[in-house]
Nanobody, 128 residues
């Protein structure tokens, strides 16, 4: 099993930045990707970014491309999501999750149903 735990959410003004962190622990040997997702009230969960644990390749949804950056720190077993130029529409609960999918080879890499273990989520609120 794996355990994931997010931190770093909060309240920020439009145009501001936040850095989320996902601490990963447990048996990671069978998992090839870590993704970030978000869910706003009344909306479906949206995949926004993921990173391959094999080669570090990164992927982004169009909604965050150029503003968000995902990275990993293997020594600390963490995956970070740097969020810049935040907008009110970025307001949501943000989750990290792990997948057995080899994200570098599969176009379904941001489909939340393909992820197995999830953190508890962290709230991000962007005020206008």
């Amino acid at each position: 099993q794996m355990q994931l735990a997010e931190s770093g959410g909060g309240l920020v003004h439009t145009g501001g930045s936040l850095r989320l962190s996902c601490a990963v622990s447990g048996d990671t040997s069978s998992y090839y990707g870590i993704g970030w997702f978000r869910q706003a009230p009344g909306k479906e969960r949206e995949g926004i970014s993921c990173i391959s644990t094999q080669d570090g390749s990164t992927y982004y949804a169009d909604s965050v491309k150029g503003r968000f950056a995902i990275s990993r720190d293997n020594a600390k077993n963490t995956v970070a999501l740097q969020m810049n130029s935040l907008k009110p529409e970025d307001t949501a609960v943000y989750y990290c999750a792990s997948t057995k999918l080899k994200v570098g080879y599969n176009n379904n890499r941001l489909k939340w149903r393909l992820y197995n273990y999830w953190g508890q989520g962290t709230q991000v609120t962007v005020s206008s």
